[in-house]
């Protein structure tokens, strides 16, 4: 991939002169350099200005004509039948959300790339999308598994980038709409036209507070585009989320793999649980600058010294051709090469749920 500009609003917390982080240290063995300050978290809700177009952001160029014509040639974004018959045993297994306080952090997996976090006494959803189909995608191919009544008080969203299977209008249209957002860089607009009144944008690096608990917004390997007519209008991200008590959970969105999860792990030392997407990455020729193969977020999860990994954005909609219950077997087979513990592998069903000890 194409190293290319980190930043380009004055407001953004420089990345161009850090050092590049060193090689993962062994399990158990602590980090040499000592991590880069954070940002003083920013005032929620502010209005800010932003420039017409994140591209020089892009870690990869975006497909060109030559690998549009190959697509066009080759087809095959979705499995064949053999690929589809295990879609019955996909894990699905709704329960009741885990009971705790405000010392508790719990995730829930509501399917795809939206989790139901609590942590430092308040409830944030990730990526809410309950729709049954979105626009592109074939049906949902397991159901929501938590339903909406069992949801406590939401207090915060965060929003990973624009793409329909991660930003879902009839899905949000059930919040109030002082409901607080987090949102990247450029996509306030899109909810203010929709009337929500407590929006906080924010660029790579960036940070905000609510009830003590910290959102820092960090760097992808991805893109956006919901229309056709703005491709990289607004920036793309991952959330570390950091309680009051130190815990911390990352939520990487939509990303393929590659130099930020070392910077992700130097600036937020103690990762106690990754959320990394492990599905969608077939064809790799196609795929693979935007979407983590299962290996690659097991990589990811070293490059970020996070004790404990949970797989997403697998078994909830056919997005490539990879069979429905191969993300599932990749990640555990290269968990258990890199001689990590079982026991810190949340390989969760759709509506499983964990309580970090």
């Known amino acids: 991939m194409t ?102 952090v719990a995730v829930s997996w509501a399917g795809h790339a939206s989790w139901v976090i609590r942590i430092g006494g308040i409830t944030v959803l990730t990526d809410p999308v309950r729709s049954r189909r979105i626009m592109g995608t074939p049906a949902r191919i397991t159901p929501v598994g938590i339903a909406w009544s069992l949801l406590p008080r939401v207090d915060a969203v965060v929003i990973s980038h624009n793409h329909y299977d991660h930003l879902d209008a009839p899905t949000l249209r059930r919040l109030p ?105 077939d064809p790799r020729w196609w795929l693979s600058d935007v979407h983590c193969d299962p290996e690659e977020a097991v990589q990811a999860a070293v490059d970020l010294r996070a004790r404990r990994m949970a797989p997403m954005h697998w078994g909830t909609f056919v997005l490539s051709a990879e069979p429905v219950l191969e993300p599932l077997r990749r990640v555990r087979a290269a968990w258990e090469r890199a001689g990590l513990a079982r026991e810190n592998l949340w390989d969760l069903a759709v509506g499983g749920s964990r309580v970090l000890e």
Do not use: N
């Not at 004055?10 to 050092?19: A, E, L, N």
């Not at 209005?47 to 080759?74: H, Q």
């Not at 899109?190 to 929006?199: C, D, L, S």
């Open 3 to 104: 190293q290319q500009s980190e930043s380009t609003t004055s407001t953004t917390t420089q990345d161009t002169d850090d050092p590049a982080p060193p090689p993962a240290p062994a399990p158990g063995h602590p980090a040499v350099l000592p991590p880069p300050p954070l940002a003083e978290p920013r005032q929620p809700g502010e209005r800010r200005l932003w420039p017409r177009s994140f591209v020089d952001r892009l870690t990869a160029p975006l497909p060109g004509l030559r690998a549009i014509a190959r697509f066009a040639r080759e087809g095959a974004l979705r499995p064949g039948a053999e690929g589809l018959a295990d879609i019955p045993m996909l894990p699905f297994e709704p329960g009741p959300l885990s009971r705790v306080d405000a010392r508790t």
């Open 177 to 281: 709409r002082d409901t607080p957002m987090f949102v990247p860089a450029g996509l306030g607009r899109w909810f203010r036209r929709r009337r929500f009144t407590r929006i906080t944008e924010l660029d790579w690096w960036e940070a905000a507070e609510i009830d003590g608990v910290r959102f820092d917004f960090v760097p992808a390997h991805h893109w956006s585009k919901r229309t056709l007519t703005d491709t990289c209008r607004s920036l793309w991200g991952g959330w570390v989320l950091t309680a009051p008590g130190g815990q911390r959970v990352y939520f990487a969105g939509d990303t393929g793999y590659g130099r930020w999860f070392g910077r992700i792990g130097q600036r937020h030392p103690g990762i106690d649980l990754a959320l990394l997407p492990i599905g969608a990455y």
